[in-house]
Every structure is written in C-alpha cells, then in structure tokens.
C-alpha cells in the first residue's frame, strides 16, 4: 500500500514510525480516509455493507497509477433521518497499523425540486499499532454534501471533508464530487473525485507534488460500493 517514495521501503516492524510519521504525511493526502462514504441516510432500519477503492494519482511513483487505499465497513439506519457507519482500513495492516473510523450520516434537509438534500457526517478516524506499542492517532472528520436526484435511483453530490489534525492542528479540506447509481436492486455504486486536502502545500514530501492541483492538495478518484443487507 501507500508507495510514500520510490525510495522508502517498509516492514512490519516499523508500526510506530507509519503511526508517527507516514500516517500524518498520508492523511494530508487522503483525508476522510474511507473516502466513499454514504452520500444519503439509509432507511430506518436498513443496513449495508460498505467498501471503497482507490487513492491519489501518482504515476511517477505507483505500478498501479494511484496510491491504493481500501476500505470495508457496515452502515445501519437508526431513524430516518441518521445513519451509524464503521469502516476498516485494510490495506494499513499489511504494515502492522491498524486503521478503522467509526461516525454518523445527518439528514439535515430533504431534496425538493431543484433544492439538494444536505447531509451532514461526523466521524472519528483512528490509527494504532498491531503487534507492536503505538501511539493511538485519532483525526475527527466533518463532511457535508449536497445531492440530487438523476432519474429514478441514481445521484450526483459534491461536497467537502474538514479533516482535524490535532498535532500540529492543523484543518484539512477536501472537496469532492461524485455520481451514485444502481447496478442491481441491492448494489449501488458510486465514482467519486476528491481533492484531498487542497488547502495543504504538498510540492514536497510524500508525494511530491506529483497530483497536486496549483501546488496543493492530491487528486484522487475513488470508487465506493454499497451492498444492501
């Protein structure tokens, strides 16, 4: 996962040093790590599995094109108007760092005519060592979309992430734009591009300005799939 350079290669072993180091430098560039989240609330009631993938464009530096980021996770509706989520970061823990985020999706106005729905996130992203002694690193993340209707069951939405890094603190914003659609009664997926943390200068470092946009920021695109229980 995560080629940070060309140059740095890690191990296992190395937990602490992603937890104090490499997970900052990547949350700069993949704020709001599991990425795709859900556009709108679920029913009342109503559960899914979720998963996302995908990450910053980098072709100098990744065989793949993009710096690959992967998450899994459940989402329940508890009204009608809140969703509870969880994901796991998966791709971290071939590095022995654990990656999970845990929040809820606010309906705070419904669509009518060409008015969107506004949603309303909040979640708490963690990171910590698996099979060694780690600092626990936790990033609160706020996220408020709009959305519209395309047809009968599909959706465009854009919106933004407000990423907090408590040390240094520092507010990470990462606007995003994206379409939902179904691909059968119980599958729904959805293409989103992000521009990760676009007010952080990003020439230099992880990914050394290879997807910035004017200096700053990383360009990702990402796909997210929502699999109703």
Same mark, same amino acid.
């Given at each position: 996962?995560?080629?940070?350079?060309?140059?740095?290669? $890690?191990? !296992?072993?190395? @937990?602490?040093?992603?937890?104090?180091?490499?997970?900052?430098?990547?949350?700069?560039?993949?704020? #709001?790590? !599991?990425?795709?989240?859900?556009?709108?609330?679920?029913?009342? #009631?109503?559960?899914?599995?979720?998963?996302?993938? +995908?990450?910053?464009?980098?072709?100098?530096?990744?065989?793949?094109?993009?710096?690959?980021?992967?998450?899994?996770?459940? =989402?329940?509706?508890?009204?009608?108007?809140?969703?509870?989520?969880?994901?796991?970061?998966?791709?971290?823990?071939?590095?022995?760092?654990? #990656?999970?985020?845990?929040?809820?999706?606010?309906?705070?106005?419904?669509?009518? +005519?060409?008015?969107?729905?506004?949603?309303? +996130?909040?979640?708490?992203?963690? $990171?910590? +060592?698996?099979?060694?002694?780690?600092?626990?690193?936790?990033?609160?993340?706020?996220? /408020?979309? @709009?959305?519209?209707?395309?047809?009968? !069951?599909? /959706?465009?939405?854009?919106?933004?992430?407000?990423?907090?890094? /408590?040390?240094?603190?520092?507010?990470?914003?990462?606007?995003?734009?994206?379409?939902?659609?179904?691909?059968?009664? =119980?599958?729904?997926?959805?293409?989103?591009?992000?521009?990760?943390?676009?007010?952080?200068?990003?020439?230099? %470092?992880? $990914?050394?300005?290879?997807?910035?946009? @004017?200096?700053?920021?990383? $360009? %990702?695109?990402?796909?997210?799939?929502?699999?109703?229980?």
């Amino acid at each position: 996962m995560l080629t940070v350079s060309s140059r740095m290669k $890690f191990t !296992s072993h190395r @937990a602490p040093l992603l937890i104090c180091i490499v997970v900052p430098a990547l949350l700069a560039a993949l704020s #709001g790590c !599991s990425m795709v989240q859900p556009v709108r609330v679920l029913q009342k #009631g109503a559960s899914a599995i979720t998963t996302s993938i +995908g990450g910053a464009l980098v072709p100098e530096s990744s065989p793949t094109g993009v710096v690959p980021y992967a998450t899994a996770g459940y =989402a329940y509706g508890v009204s009608e108007d809140v969703t509870l989520h969880g994901s796991a970061h998966l791709l971290l823990a071939a590095f022995g760092v654990a #990656g999970v985020d845990l929040g809820a999706r606010m309906r705070l106005m419904p669509e009518s +005519g060409a008015i969107p729905e506004l949603t309303f +996130g909040a979640q708490i992203i963690g $990171f910590g +060592g698996i099979a060694r002694s780690a600092p626990v690193r936790l990033y609160p993340n706020l996220t /408020l979309n @709009a959305s519209w209707s395309v047809g009968e !069951s599909s /959706l465009i939405y854009a919106g933004s992430h407000a990423t907090l890094q /408590l040390s240094p603190s520092t507010v990470m914003a990462s606007p995003f734009a994206g379409y939902q659609f179904p691909v059968s009664d =119980a599958v729904r997926l959805q293409v989103e591009a992000i521009w990760q943390a676009a007010n952080v200068d990003t020439r230099k %470092g992880v $990914f050394e300005g290879q997807s910035s946009i @004017a200096g700053t920021g990383s $360009f %990702g695109i990402f796909i997210g799939g929502m699999i109703a229980l």
